[in-house]
């Protein structure tokens, strides 16, 4: 999301990741295709359990180019 929380890319683990470290990497593109500016952009983090238990977690990355 960029800093005014509109929606910029969706990066999505289909199926299910083991438990522990996992990693998304973003190419700086948008949904579009488009490369974004320099930022700073929310990265929001959701996770939930077999169980159905959730977890979440915001924090804010800077983009220099």
């Known amino acids: 999301r960029n800093m005014a929380g509109r929606c910029i890319k969706v990066l999505s683990a289909d199926g ?22 320099s930022g700073s952009y929310l990265v929001q983090i959701e996770a939930t359990t077999e169980s159905g238990q959730r977890a979440q977690a915001l924090t804010r990355v800077n983009v220099n180019r």
């Open 16 to 37: 299910t990741a083991t438990a522990g470290l996992n990693s998304a990497v973003w190419s700086l593109r948008s949904d579009s295709g488009a490369m974004v500016p």
